[in-house]
Nanobody, 126 residues
Framework: QVQLVESGGGLVQAGGSLRLSCAASGFTFRSYDMGWFRQAPRKAREFVAG????????YYADSVKGRFTISKNNAVNTVYLQMNSLKPEDTAVYYC???????????????????WGQGTQVTVSS
């Protein structure tokens, strides 16, 4: 069965960095786009970053562009989110997700992703 397991969250001061990892299993990882989303308390889940199946195309929410970098290692079935220059407003539970179709949609819509990890908490103190 499909499993996505995030790790790497934690508490960091504003301006600091964290790298999130998402280990995937149960599907042909190299054939699917992957995404990262986040959800802050009392807010809707929002798109953060996405990467095409070939890693040839990445796309970001405006709020994280230039600070976050998504990458994918097909050899170890893992997608990463490098987060630099963190701000208190980045505080949220971060989720990785698998795109529903094997054809690349480069989509920011949560409904286009069919499997989700359990999430990892990121807290940025001011």
């Amino acid at each position: 069965q499909v499993q996505l397991v995030e790790s790497g969250g934690g508490l960091v001061q504003a301006g600091g960095s964290l790298r999130l990892s998402c280990a995937a299993s149960g599907f042909t990882f190299r054939s699917y786009d992957m995404g990262w989303f986040r959800q802050a308390p009392r807010k809707a889940r929002e798109f953060v970053a996405g990467i095409s199946w070939s890693s040839g195309f990445t796309y970001y929410a405006d709020s994280v562009k230039g600070r976050f970098t998504i990458s994918k290692n097909n050899a170890v079935n893992t997608v990463y989110l490098q987060m630099n220059s963190l701000k208190p407003e980045d505080t949220a539970v971060y989720y990785c997700a698998k795109q529903q179709r094997s054809s690349s949609l480069s989509t920011r819509i949560a409904a286009d992703y069919d499997y989700w990890g359990q999430g990892t908490q990121v807290t940025v103190s001011s």
